[in-house]
């Protein structure tokens, strides 16, 4: 060891040298490490790798001159590999304070603290990063110490670091301004705003300006979004809470918010354990004596200064009493500190090898546990959600496209955070000890479900949470509605076609036609679910509510058993991974089943698969019977991971919600369970998890929720754990009668469980908030096309004022300007008053029975629904062409005839606690102090003339328009015109913003021709050309990667938006004895699902299957209604809304294009014959899924709703087994009341 510390001494670099020389050695990188210092120079930091053959010389140079002054040393010699690594000095001391050295900061703080050394204490907390001490921060803001509180945050973050920190920095420095201004003290307030708030101009400059713009009034509360501002405490209170969620949220504060669990004065009971120790050491130990200091050794000789003996730290402290701590009490809620475990033989090479091979969604980070000095990829968050929930797995933009700013262009919603002057409130889960109690855990028993069979799979719909799918051991798959216990579908184990399969697989079936399934589980949406028998097949079906279920991909997946399945999305492209018996992975597409990779390196049955993401990174783990754990590209390389499961267990491995902490729980063949918490950084165990039992019969299951608790079936009970602990929280034996290794499931929100009983059925647990939902889909009469209201979810922005988010949270993603959509999030889904327990299949003469009974809903009076005519104050009388609601649900849109834009919005009340539109509460007709209207331009054209289009951004800040002259891009908060592009001719006619990049923009022109136009870069990508006459319609899918287009020419035009080629075109089917008018609009729309397409013609509604446009099923109105003016799928894609030139209203069921309510105008128009008004166009409300508005002819808009007592538009028809509906006439000149369903 010695003759290594010398080559410090060979070598003399210059006082200039400013790196860090790394020299790892030895015959393998796993047998030995040495790591050498060379730090001349004294400045804390060191230049970028710019010189790798600089470095490397000067490393060669350390070889040579090192092996020619000591030609007798081999180890050199025997260097096989030699790494260079040049970081900041901070990241190099940072990576070396590793867990022992971390903790010794705890202890410094805790003596430092009981010592009453209180400005210490926040400095070493500030300087050495590990703790943040939330009391302390609430202290400083509370007292509007702004200086302090951005040089205690400096310690743990920037301003520049994510989105997150930006917002706070951007808060606080609002906050410190607004109070300048409200002193009056207008040379302070130009002091903050030019020093503090101009580095935000960058992200948004008409922000900027709005701001700056304050000090022109005397009192900034005339500004319409700071009028609610009150008093500086109160003020100061509502930012705090604002703060503390962002700081929760932040990834940057994780594991930093929380102090361990210590006992008291730690620092001094090891310093006696440590004298002790040294006493026992002395030659000749003397009784008690006299210790006078800790600068040397204790030792008992004569000549020795310290020579007391250290007594017991129990029976005779020598350092003092031990004070009760003073500062820290309440901050080790989450129970002891469990110390980071021992190295682990192999580091994150060992989790990762880092890839060589290029890949397209790769780069050149490894995936699985986030490496060390990886900074970029562990500050920035993951990307949330968009509204549809099976696009989970997103892409990030680069960073310099943040920094990018240009006058016009707008925000890019999918990965960056908008920033606007309105309220707002933060979406996401807190880690803190305070947001959950145990009290959250359902553990009531709410009901018990006759299974018939073992339970070996559960899975919660991810929307309808109240659906739970079930895979028995006899291969039956079936639905449960929770609120009417009812079994809504009960299908047996069946292959669908067994000529597809193989021979072997074709006598063995022959030979035993029975199955056991191994997996059940919803894709992303909840449209798909898959199935994984224990016999070589996987089973797709696609679900569309109701008993409506449908056969959709049967595969022949692995030789022998399926063990797991699961869906993920790389490339944006929903896949099925599978894996199996014959120790491989599979991919699979969802849409074709065609198979896409297969990933072998296994030595055993591979159990269980987990599919994620990190930033870019799209990855699989994959768990084997021998207790191996690999982790797999999209890239046919091999295995990027090696690695053993606690004890060699059978593992199945599972992130929390918010995708940020990796857990894993499994049982070996011994019987010893393990369920643990995994350090993402280093690839080693973080936290394992008290109170599983010995020798457990079967794989113990585990499940999480909330990105607070784990549960795990075990020993006849479900075992609770706070994430944070390592002991047992509680347990509960859900009154008795649990299989000894139950089989446990949470629904999205935590509020439910299922559990599978010993006698062949599941008890379904809750807790106060379940039971509530329960208890409301009790009273209601079942309907399948019924489902609850979504919540919304949003992300941070800045805004002048944020006093409406104390109720929110908030949600992760990925940089500064992320979007907003709404997200469905519970079900309104019920069943009849049947049997709670064994309810049997509804068959073909029931269904027949009650369709001679069922009757069409006519509304045809004020009194049988909630209409609302918006008020109009305005002298405009011009029919309303274009009509949507904002996508949190708060207000309605119109764009008029004479290309004026008119905005509507609910406030808060008592009758609206949401603030969302509603036909029961008046909204006002909106506009900014300035007093301007949203006006398009309008150029030469005459507005009657004109085809109006617009397009509503996702967050609700821009709206992008035309009225036949160039396209406006409009602010929504202050309706001023941002920019203008693109004059006619053409003119634009349709626009759509695409679903993953809001700069990029679909816009359908009246020349045929369709514009893929990029915001940012100011220039057309690509132009589509297909139709004969202009385009009326753009839909895209993101499950297809497909735009669809429709014309005036009655044609369907699909295109692939990966390259942007027609994939194929249709035209619609006219109906005999009718012919469309010359350039008859065709609308069209996707299903949630974003593989059913809804086309619109004035001649019918037709749903097609995506990408072929195949076997359209059609509906076709009466002749007395007229022609249909427009029609859109209810937010939920269970019903259609159809507007008739009658002024009449139909609601179809979407699955079978029945029509089950029909509105008349004398329901909500006064009744004028000479005014003729009728609908020209229908919004749905993006999260009521019975909630419609109609744009007239008169330039009015009429919300309307169901009565509450009913909840619903009229009931469904009956359908029939074998999936048609009961009897219909379908004579294209019915009577109104029939509808006409043909296919």
């Not at 889960?429 to 109690?437: I, K, L, P, R």
């Not at 028993?445 to 929307?463: I, Y």
């Not at 029931?846 to 006519?858: F, G, M, N, Q």
């Not at 509906?1115 to 022609?1123: A, D, Q």
Request: charge should be neutral; charged fraction near 20%; include cysteine.
């Amino acid at each position: 060891m010695t003759n290594f510390i010398s080559v410090l001494k060979i070598l003399r670099p210059k006082p200039t040298t400013r790196y860090l020389y790394l020299v790892f050695y030895g015959s393998s990188l796993h047998t030995y490490l040495l790591s050498l210092s060379i730090t001349i120079h004294t400045q804390t930091h060191f230049l970028s790798l710019k010189n790798p053959q600089k470095y490397t010389q000067i490393v060669e140079e350390i070889i040579v001159r090192y092996n020619k002054q000591h030609k007798e040393c081999y180890a050199l010699r025997s260097v096989v590999q030699l790494i260079v690594l040049v970081a900041p000095i901070t990241s190099f001391w940072k990576g070396i304070m590793s867990s022992l050295s971390r903790e010794l900061v705890f202890l410094i703080l805790q003596f430092l603290d009981e010592e009453k050394f209180k400005e210490s204490v926040h400095r070493l907390e500030q300087e050495s990063g590990f703790f943040f001490n939330m009391r302390y921060f609430e202290e400083m803001v509370t007292n509007g110490d702004w200086d302090e509180v951005e040089k205690y945050l400096s310690g743990f973050t920037k301003v520049d670091d994510n989105r997150y920190s930006m917002k706070i920095f951007f808060e606080i420095r609002k906050q410190k301004y607004l109070e300048a201004l409200d002193k009056k003290d207008r040379a302070k307030a130009v002091e903050i705003l030019v020093k503090d708030l101009k580095v935000f101009s960058a992200f948004n400059e008409d922000l900027f300006k709005e701001i700056t713009q304050l000090l022109t009034l005397e009192n900034f509360r005339d500004n319409e979004q700071l009028s609610k501002y009150g008093e500086t405490k109160s003020a100061r209170g509502i930012m705090l809470g604002e703060l503390k969620k962002l700081i929760e949220a932040n990834p940057l504060f994780r594991d930093k918010l929380n102090f361990p669990s210590l006992k008291n004065s730690r620092l001094r009971t090891l310093i006696n354990q440590s004298l002790n120790w040294q006493h026992q050491l002395c030659k000749n130990p003397k009784p008690n004596p006299d210790i006078k200091t800790l600068f040397i050794d204790h030792s008992c000789g004569q000549s020795q200064p310290n020579g007391a003996r250290a007594p017991s730290p129990v029976t005779n402290p020598l350092m003092g009493s031990v004070p009760k701590p003073g500062g820290f009490p309440p901050l080790g809620a989450h129970g002891p500190f469990q110390p980071a475990p021992a190295p682990l033989p192999s580091s994150l090479a060992g989790w990762m090898a880092n890839p060589s091979v290029p890949h397209p969604s790769v780069s050149t980070v490894p995936i699985g546990f986030t490496p060390p000095n990886n900074s970029a990829l562990l500050k920035r968050p993951r990307t949330p959600p968009t509204n549809n929930p099976s696009v989970d797995y997103q892409t990030a933009d680069s960073e310099h496209a943040l920094k990018r700013t240009r006058t016009f262009g707008i925000s890019d919603e999918v990965n960056h955070m908008p920033v606007n002057m309105l309220p707002v409130g933060y979406m996401g889960q807190s880690h803190g000890q305070s947001s959950y109690s145990s009290d959250d855990l359902p553990k009531t028993v709410v009901m018990t479900l006759n299974q018939g069979s073992a339970v070996k799979s559960m899975d919660f719909h991810p929307v309808q949470q109240i659906l739970l799918l079930v895979g028995a051991s006899n291969g039956d798959i079936l639905i449960w509605e929770l609120g009417s216990r009812e079994k809504l579908v009960h299908r047996n184990f069946k292959i669908w076609d067994i000529s597809v399969f193989t021979m072997s697989l074709q006598a063995s079936l022959t030979s035993d036609n029975t199955a056991m399934i191994n997996r059940v589980t919803w894709s992303p949406d909840g449209t798909l679910f898959g199935v994984a028998f224990s016999k070589h097949i996987v089973q797709i079906y696609s679900y569309h509510g109701g008993e409506d279920l449908r056969n959709h991909l049967e595969i022949e997946a692995h030789g022998g058993s399926v063990n797991d399945l699961a869906f993920s999305y790389p490339n944006k492209q929903l896949c099925i991974v599978t894996c199996g018996e014959d120790r491989l992975i599979k991919v699979w597409d969802a849409v074709t089943g065609a198979k896409q990779f297969t990933f072998e390196g296994h030595e055993a049955p591979v159990y269980s698969v987990c599919p994620h993401f990190k930033e870019t990174i799209q990855f699989i783990f994959s768990t084997a019977t021998d207790g191996k754990i690999k982790a797999w590209l999209y890239d046919n390389m091999g295995s990027r991971v090696d690695y053993d499961a606690p004890g060699h267990s059978s593992t199945t491995m599972a992130y929390s919600a918010d995708g940020t902490r990796l857990f894993s729980c499994g049982t070996n063949k011994e019987g010893d369970s393990y369920i643990v918490e995994w350090n993402e950084s280093e690839g080693a165990v973080k936290r394992t998890y008290n109170g599983l039992g010995k020798r457990s019969v079967e794989v113990v299951q585990f499940d999480t929720t909330k990105n607070r608790f784990l549960a795990a079936g075990d020993e006849f009970v479900i075992k609770f754990w706070d994430m944070d602990n390592v002991n047992l929280l509680t347990t509960t034996d859900a009154d008795g009668g649990l299989q000894a290794s139950p089989r446990i499931r949470f629904n999205k929100e935590g509020i439910l469980m299922a559990v599978s009983t010993s006698e062949n059925g599941i008890k379904i647990l809750a807790n106060q908030d379940g039971i509530r939902l329960l208890r409301t889909m009790e009273s209601r009469p079942f309907d399948a096309s019924r489902v609850a209201s979504a919540s919304i979810v949003k992300t941070p922005m800045m805004t002048m004022f944020g006093g409406g988010a104390a109720a929110a949270n908030t949600s992760a993603g990925p940089s500064i300007m992320d979007r907003v959509t709404p997200m469905p999030s519970m079900v309104v889904m019920n069943g009849d008053n049947r049997s709670p327990i064994d309810v049997k299949p509804r068959i073909v003469e029931e269904a027949i029975e009650k369709s001679r009974t069922w009757k069409l809903t006519e509304i045809t009076e004020p009194t049988q629904c909630r209409s609302l005519r918006l008020p109009d104050n305005t002298s405009s009388a011009m029919r309303v062409s274009r009509l949507i609601y904002t996508n949190s649900g708060l207000a309605i849109l119109a764009l008029a005839a004479n290309a004026v834009h008119k905005l509507w919005k609910w406030q808060r009340s008592d009758r609206t606690s949401t603030g969302k539109a509603t036909a029961s509460v008046i909204p006002q007709l909106w506009q900014p102090t300035s007093g301007i209207l949203m006006t398009n331009d309008i150029s030469d054209t005459n507005p009657e003339d004109a085809v109006s289009c617009f397009a509503l951004s996702k967050n609700d800040s821009y709206v992008m328009s035309a009225s036949g002259g160039k396209i406006s891009l409009f602010n929504m908060m202050t309706f001023k015109t941002m920019t203008t592009f693109m004059a006619p001719p053409p003119a634009a006619t349709f626009l759509a913003f695409h679903p993953q990049d809001n700069n990029i923009i679909a816009i359908g022109m009246e020349d045929s021709s369709i514009h893929i136009y990029n915001v940012r870069v100011d220039e057309i990508k690509t132009k589509l050309k297909g139709h004969q006459k202009r385009i009326t319609g753009l839909a895209f899918s993101n499950v297809l990667n497909v735009l669809v287009s429709s014309g005036a020419d009655s044609q369907l035009c699909v295109w692939n938006t990966n390259g942007w080629e027609k994939q194929t075109s249709k035209l619609l089917q006219i109906p005999a004895g009718r012919v469309a008018a010359p350039l008859a609009e065709t609308r069209v729309q996707f299903h949630q699902d974003h593989t059913h397409l809804l086309a619109v013609h004035e001649t019918q509604i037709a749903v097609y299957e995506a990408p072929k446009l195949e076997s359209p099923k059609q509906w076709f109105p009466s002749e007395t209604s007229g022609l249909i003016t427009h029609a859109t799928y209810s937010c939920d894609s269970q019903s259609i809304f159809v507007s008739f030139e009658d002024a009449s209203v139909g609601i179809l069921t979407s699955s079978t294009l029945r029509l089950r309510c029909r509105i008349t105008s004398t329901a909500y128009l006064p009744t004028n014959p000479s005014l003729r008004v009728h609908p020209l166009v229908v919004a749905a409300h993006p999260s009521e899924p019975d909630q419609f508005a109609l744009g007239l002819s008169d330039g009015g808009v009429c919300v309307l709703e169901p009565l509450e007592s009913e909840g619903k538009w009229g009931t469904s028809p009956p359908t029939l087994e074998n999936g048609g509906a009961g009897p219909s006439n379908t004579n294209a000149t019915a009577p109104s009341t029939t509808d006409q369903a043909q296919r």
